[in-house]
C-alpha cells in the first residue's frame, strides 16, 4: 500500500516537473530544444526518487541509488552536446562511453566484490557496455524518425513496461522508481502535446539509455528479473522503429498508437514472462 | 652442567603446562550450522507478528568460563539463508527494498566485549553489520548447557535475544506493512575444537 502523499512526491511531482521543463523550456531555447526531454527524464525522475525513497548520500551505498547522479550527469552532458553543437560526433560517444562506463561500473560493483572473477566482471562490464552504445545508436535513429508525440508514447511504454515487471520481479522499491521515470515521460508526452514543436532528440538518448540501463541492471542482478524481460526491455523502444512511415507520419495520434501497440506488445511479453517466473502470489503475504 | 640441562628441562615442561592451562581456559568453539538458528520476528500491519529464519550460521567462539571477560565470538550469517515459508514473501525480503542480499550477502556479528552478570549470563557488546551497516549493540547471553556430543567431541551451546531498530540498518521500505523493531533470537551450539 503506497501512501498518497508517496503517490504524488514519487509519481505527480515528476510528471508535472517534466511538462514545465518540455513545455517552458522551449520558450528559451527555440532553435535547438531536443536536450530538454533529457533534462525532463533526469530531473523528473530524480526528483520520483527522491520522493518514494529519499535522495541518496553521496557516495550512494546501493546499486540503486547510483541511478538518479547517472542520469543527472547524462542530462549534464546533453546540455553540454547542445552548447557545444560544433563538436566533433566521435566526441559525443566518448563522452557517451566514459558516462556508461563509470555508471556500469557503479552499479555492478556487487556483482564484482562477491560474485564474479577479474575476468568475469571486465568480460560483463565490456559486453553490457557495448550493448548500452548499440542502444544510443538504435534510439538515436528511432527516435528522432518519430514524431515528438510518438517518441515520448515510446520512452512512457517502455518506463511503463520496466515498471510493472519490477513490480513482478520481487521488488516493489525499483518498480516504483521505474514508476517515477515513467511518471516523468508521461509529463513529456503531456506537453508534446501543447502548440509548438518539443522533439525527443538525439541528446536526450543517453539519459534515456541510462535510467532504464540501471533500473534493468538492479532488476536483473539484485532482484529477480528474468533476462529475457531484461533483454525485451532493453530492446522495446526500439520495436517502434519497425512501424511502417506510412503509419508513423499519417497523424499524431495514429503514430502514437502504433507505437503503444508495438511497443506494448514487447514489454507486454516482458511483464508476461516475469510473472509467469514469479512465485505464485500469495494475497497473506 | 647435568644440573643446568635438568633446570632447562624443568622449565620446559613449566611453559608447556601454562600454554597447555591458557589453552583450555579459553575453549576454541566451531559455530555447529545444523544445530545453530538466527530467528526474526517483525510485526505485520500492526495486527500480528510473523517469523522468519536464517538457516546457515558459522564462526568461532572462545569461552573462559572462569574468565568470561576474556571470552569472544564471530559469527557470519548468509543472509540468503532466510526463510519465512513462503516463497513470494522470501523474494520480497531477499531483494533490494529489504535485505539486499545480492548486494549485502552476508550479516556479521563480532563481539567487543564479553561480562558476567550471573551463575550462567552474560552482557556482550558486539558490532552487528546488516545491510551494510555496522552498529555496536549490546545483548544479554545465556549459556544453555556443556557436555560431550555423540562423536565424542565437546560442545556448548547458548542463546540470546535483542531488539533492533530496522531503520538504524538502513532497512526502510513499507514503513506502515511492517515495524520498526525487529527482535532477534540467536541460538547457537559450538563444537570445541
Redesign the interface.
Known amino acids: 500500500?503506497i501512501?498518497p502523499t508517496a503517490l504524488l512526491l514519487g509519481l505527480g511531482i515528476p510528471a508535472l516537473l517534466a511538462a514545465a521543463i518540455v513545455a517552458g523550456g522551449q520558450r528559451v531555447a527555440i532553435a535547438r530544444s531536443g536536450w530538454l526531454a533529457g533534462l525532463a527524464l533526469a530531473l523528473g525522475y530524480g526528483a520520483g526518487h527522491a520522493g518514494f525513497l529519499g535522495w541518496p548520500a553521496f557516495p550512494a551505498?546501493?546499486?540503486?541509488q547510483w541511478i538518479p547522479y547517472a542520469a543527472c550527469g547524462a542530462a549534464v552532458l546533453a546540455t553540454l552536446a547542445t552548447a557545444s553543437a560544433r563538436s566533433p560526433r566521435w566526441l559525443d560517444w566518448v563522452l557517451r562511453a566514459v558516462l556508461l562506463g563509470v555508471a556500469l561500473a557503479l552499479w555492478l560493483r556487487?556483482?564484482m566484490a562477491?560474485?564474479w572473477t577479474a575476468a568475469a566482471s571486465a568480460g560483463w562490464l565490456a559486453g553490457l557496455l557495448v550493448l548500452a552504445l548499440l542502444a544510443c545508436l538504435g534510439l538515436d535513429r528511432v527516435l528522432e524518425s518519430l514524431e515528438p508525440c510518438a517518441a515520448w508514447t515510446a520512452v512512457v511504454c517502455t518506463f511503463g513496461g520496466i515498471t510493472v515487471t519490477l513490480a513482478l520481479s520481487?521488488?516493489?522499491?525499483?518498480g516504483q522508481i521505474a514508476g517515477s521515470a515513467a511518471a516523468a515521460a508521461t509529463g513529456g508526452l503531456g506537453a508534446t502535446l501543447l502548440p509548438g514543436r518539443r522533439p525527443f532528440g538525439r541528446e536526450s538518448v543517453l539519459v534515456l539509455v541510462t535510467i532504464a540501463a540501471g533500473l534493468l541492471l538492479?532488476g536483473l542482478?539484485?532482484?529477480?528479473l528474468p533476462r529475457a524481460s531484461a533483454l525485451l526491455l532493453a530492446v522495446a523502444p526500439l520495436a517502434a522503429g519497425a512501424i511502417p512511415r506510412a503509419i508513423r507520419e499519417r497523424s499524431t495520434l495514429g503514430g502514437a498508437l502504433a507505437v503503444v501497440a508495438v511497443v506494448g506488445l514487447v514489454v507486454g511479453a516482458a511483464a508476461g514472462i516475469a510473472f509467469a517466473s514469479?512465485?505464485?502470489?500469495?494475497s497473506?503475504? | 652442567m647435568r644440573q643446568s640441562r635438568i633446570t632447562q628441562i624443568v622449565l620446559a615442561l613449566a611453559l608447556g603446562s601454562l600454554a597447555l592451562e591458557a589453552t583450555l581456559a579459553a575453549d576454541a568453539y566451531s559455530i555447529d550450522t545444523a544445530h545453530s538458528a538466527v530467528m526474526f520476528k517483525i510485526t505485520h500491519l500492526g495486527v500480528s507478528t510473523f517469523h522468519g529464519r536464517f538457516f546457515d550460521v558459522s564462526g568461532n567462539y572462545s569461552f573462559d568460563e572462569a574468565n568470561p571477560a576474556a571470552s569472544s565470538f564471530e559469527a557470519t550469517v548468509k543472509a540468503d539463508s532466510l526463510d519465512t515459508h513462503n516463497e513470494k514473501r522470501d523474494q520480497h525480503l531477499k531483494s533490494p527494498d529489504f535485505f539486499n542480499t545480492k548486494q549485502f550477502p552476508v550479516i556479521t556479528m563480532k563481539s567487543k566485549s564479553v561480562k558476567k552478570t550471573g551463575d550462567k549470563t552474560l552482557a556482550v557488546t558486539a558490532d552487528l553489520t546488516l545491510h551494510g551497516v555496522t552498529k555496536e549493540i549490546t545483548f544479554d547471553v545465556k549459556q544453555v548447557g556443556a557436555g560431550p556430543g555423540p562423536g565424542g567431541g565437546f560442545r556448548s551451546g547458548f542463546d540470546t535475544q535483542f531488539t533492533i531498530k530496522r531503520s538504524d540498518f538502513d532497512i526502510k521500505f513499507m514503513p506502515g506493512g511492517l515495524g520498526e523493531d525487529v527482535t532477534v533470537t540467536v541460538s547457537i551450539e559450538g563444537v570445541r575444537q
Open positions: 500500500m501512501a551505498r546501493v546499486a540503486e556487487p556483482m562477491y560474485q520481487g521488488s516493489l522499491a525499483l538492479c542482478f539484485y532482484a529477480d514469479s512465485p505464485p502470489f500469495d497473506a503475504y
